[in-house]
Structures are given as structure tokens and as C-alpha cells.
């Protein structure tokens, strides 16, 4: 039952098992109110560090009615997941979350904030125009379906797992396209120490090509950071590196596959479509400065 002496604004730095039990049923029910999949692993939510409050609850009345989420890995931006029970909306009861994450964010030096608001969310779409976020980038969620593999081999390709060593190659391929080095670095290094993501460096001819990480999740698997080095993109690499993956995840687990993928690159979207992939929904993220 709710303990009703518990009301308004909450901030944790660790969760009990009760209140993400809470959590999860408030994303259940504005989940199916919205028709929406909400990108948050509650099972890993137990299992924060505990050094900085990355948590706001909000209590009416000792029912947990709002619930904003901050992730990030290091660096001066933070994404934001919320939510606010449909019953309890209109109420400022998500200004007051947020205002309470930016005040957090802007002691850790944070600089900007990523609001992350699924295309379909109504409310969402209408809250982040009313606080003038601007829109920076969507992707496509994407789940496999039927694996369709080809198994062509290419010469002097080899995938494994990575180690720390590979870990200037794996910055290196990572930044190739944004040149943010330093940011980068801290976090591959801080992933690196998560028992739940594990990269892989594939090498051609011994020399680093591409990368990319799993991460193990309490429901599904998923497929980040997936890169190839410019100059070797569209040759089939790209394509082996993840049937490889999708296999080595299938010899351990059958939870769900999916990864993201920005709306824009159609070619790695044609390659994800044609291994078995498929769209579920779109999410879009908007800029959101607090200095």
C-alpha cells in the first residue's frame, strides 16, 4: 500500500527494489495510455552506482504520479527520460522534475540537457515546444525479427572481444566522424567497467577497423556504438561485424535484438532491414541549455 505521509518531490541517489517495482508500473500505465515504449531498463535501475542523484520521484498522497530519469556517461550533457501519470497531468508536477534535474545537472557543471520524447508522445511533443527545446537528432528504434544472414567472409576480417588495450583504437574509430575525442574517451573508459555492456574490435589485417558493444539488459540485448572506419564503409565489413554479433548474442541468450539508428542514415538502415530488423518507434531529441 502507498505510504500516504510521502508527498511531492523525491530525490534519490539509489533505489530500493520497491520503488522501481512503483516505477515500473507508472511506465506501464503511460505506456499503454499513449500507445508508447518507453527507453528505460528498469531492471538496471537498483543497480545505480549511488554518487551523484540521478532519480526524481514525485508522491501524491504516497503514490509515486511522475518520475524523471537521468543518464549519462560522463562529459558536460545529460539525457533525460519522464514521465507523468495521466491522471495527475496538467498540473506543473513535471516542471517541478525537471527544475529539481536542472539544479542537480548544474552543480555537476552539466551544460546541457537531452530531453529524449517518443515521436508519437502528444503530451511530450507539447511540453518540450512549450520550454523551446530545439530539436536535434531522432532515431529509429529497431527490434530483429527473422535473422537473414549471408555469411560472406571477408578476407583478413576478424572479430573479438575487446580489453582495455583496444581502448585508444576504440576512441579513435568512435570519434572518427564527430572528432570528439575527449569526451569520447571518458566514456568508452567508464563503459568499459560496466559488467553489463562488453565491446568487440574487429581488425583487418590486424590493423582496428571497427567496433561496437552489447549491452545486456534486463529484457533485451542491445547493439551500440557500431562503427567502421571511413574509407572501408559499404563493403560488406559493416554487414559481418553484426551477423557476428547477432550470432554470439544467440549462443548465450534469446532476449530481443534491437539497436538505434538515426532517421537519416538510410545506408545503415538498408543494412539493418535487409539482416532482419525492424522499425518499432521513433524517438527525437531535443537540446535543452542550462547555464
Not at 534519490?12 to 508500473?25: C, D, G, N, Y
Not at 514521465?83 to 516542471?95: A, L, T
Not at 532515431?139 to 530483429?144: D, I, K, R, V
Request: proline share 2%; hydrophobic share 35%.
Amino acid at each position: 500500500m502507498p505510504d500516504i505521509d510521502i508527498h511531492g518531490l523525491v530525490k534519490k541517489r539509489t533505489l530500493t527494489e520497491a520503488e522501481a517495482v512503483t516505477i515500473e508500473q507508472l511506465i506501464t500505465a503511460c505506456n499503454n495510455y499513449e500507445g508508447l515504449h518507453m527507453r528505460i531498463d528498469v531492471g538496471a535501475l537498483c543497480h545505480r552506482p549511488g554518487g551523484e542523484a540521478d532519480d526524481f520521484l514525485y508522491y501524491e498522497d504516497g503514490a509515486l504520479v511522475g518520475y524523471l530519469y537521468v543518464e549519462g556517461w560522463g562529459g558536460r550533457d545529460r539525457e533525460i527520460v519522464g514521465m507523468v501519470h495521466p491522471d495527475y497531468r496538467r498540473r506543473g508536477i513535471f516542471s517541478s522534475l525537471l527544475a529539481a534535474a536542472k539544479e542537480e545537472c548544474r552543480q555537476r557543471d552539466v551544460r546541457k540537457l537531452i530531453l529524449v520524447c517518443e515521436h508519437c508522445s502528444q503530451s511530450g511533443f507539447s511540453f518540450v515546444h512549450a520550454i523551446k527545446a530545439q530539436h536535434e537528432y531522432s532515431e529509429y528504434e529497431m527490434f530483429l525479427g527473422t535473422f537473414r544472414e549471408r555469411r560472406k567472409v571477408q578476407q583478413g576480417l576478424h572479430i573479438r572481444q575487446a580489453n582495455k588495450h583496444d581502448l585508444d583504437a576504440i576512441v579513435s574509430i568512435l570519434a572518427t566522424d564527430s572528432g570528439n575525442v575527449d569526451s569520447i574517451s571518458l566514456w568508452v573508459t567508464k563503459l568499459f567497467d560496466d559488467p553489463s555492456s562488453r565491446f568487440y574490435m574487429a581488425t583487418l589485417d590486424d590493423k582496428p577497423l571497427g567496433c561496437l558493444r552489447l549491452d545486456f539488459m534486463s529484457d533485451q540485448i542491445g547493439i551500440y556504438a557500431f562503427e567502421v572506419r571511413l574509407g572501408y564503409r559499404g563493403l560488406g565489413y559493416g554487414r559481418q561485424m553484426l551477423e557476428e554479433a547477432i550470432r554470439a548474442i544467440r549462443c548465450e541468450s534469446q532476449k530481443r535484438i534491437m539497436l538505434d539508428v538515426e532517421t537519416d542514415n538510410i545506408n545503415a538502415i538498408d543494412l539493418y532491414l535487409s539482416c532482419g530488423f525492424e522499425i518499432k518507434t521513433t524517438y527525437d531529441y531535443y537540446d535543452l541549455n542550462i547555464l
